[in-house]
């Protein structure tokens, strides 16, 4: 499967833990973003990298969220002491041109 | 901060029938907009992507139009199928990076 993976799937913490999320792009693709997704809504920017640089951020990307793209391959995204309303979908994408290419998402339920 | 709505919110139509689903936008100035297709749970599927230069595009039994003067955007699906039922996202972009979601659209295709 060429598509765009995250890892994991599903994750249930209780607040006030740290928890790392990774995204894995297609090969080719020198941009990389992370949404999150709360439930009856939309997508919500919260970042993008070209290749290793972090261009844009979200003011929803509080001081607690901190995200990587080490050697512009795969990206990483930690919560740190989490809160309950941090509980969503969060998503990536990928894409080279226009054209995004999501992931299937990491459900996050923070307890 | 570009806004994105999707009307209607939901959608039950009878197999066979072709359908329209509206997208509309505050910012006319947009640099593209892509259709996603997203099944309960799941990632965002990519459909369509049309660059502001751009009226339509096309693929298998849907189009997609874009009318920037007016803000607005129309997904047409052809005799449509009891697959295609999930909820229809529309996302558009000043610059070609962060996204701005509607709310979605749910269709339901009944048998």
């Known amino acids: 499967d060429t598509g765009v993976s995250q890892d994991p799937r599903h994750k249930i913490t209780k607040r006030g833990q740290n928890v790392t999320f990774r995204c894995d792009p297609i090969?080719?693709?020198?941009?990389l973003y992370w949404y999150r997704q709360t439930l009856g809504q939309g997508p919500e920017f919260l970042t993008y990298?070209?290749?290793?640089?972090?261009?844009?951020k979200s003011r929803l990307l509080s001081d607690r969220f901190s995200a990587e793209r080490p050697k512009g391959s795969f990206s990483t995204l930690e919560i740190q002491r989490t809160e309950q309303g941090d509980s969503a979908m969060y998503l990536c994408?990928?894409?080279?041109?226009?054209?995004?290419?999501f992931g299937p998402g990491t459900r996050l339920t923070v307890l | 901060k570009q806004e994105v709505t999707q009307i209607p919110a939901a959608l039950s139509v009878p197999e066979g029938e072709n359908l329209v689903l509206n997208c509309s936008f505050t910012d006319s100035a947009i640099y593209n907009l892509q259709w996603f297709r997203q099944d309960p749970g799941k990632g965002l599927t990519s459909l369509l992507l049309i660059q502001s230069s751009q009226r339509e595009q096309t693929s298998g039994r849907l189009n997609a139009s874009l009318d920037k003067s007016s803000g607005r955007s129309t997904l047409y699906i052809a005799a449509s199928q009891p697959g295609d039922s999930a909820t229809y996202l529309c996302?558009?972009?000043?610059?070609?990076?962060?996204?701005?979601f509607g709310t979605g659209t749910s269709l339901t295709v009944i048998p």
């Open positions: 994408a990928s894409s080279f041109g226009g054209l995004k290419f």
């Open positions: 990298f070209q290749n290793e640089a972090q261009l844009e």
């Open positions: 090969s080719e693709h020198n941009r």
């Open positions: 996302a558009d972009s000043n610059t070609g990076n962060q996204f701005y």
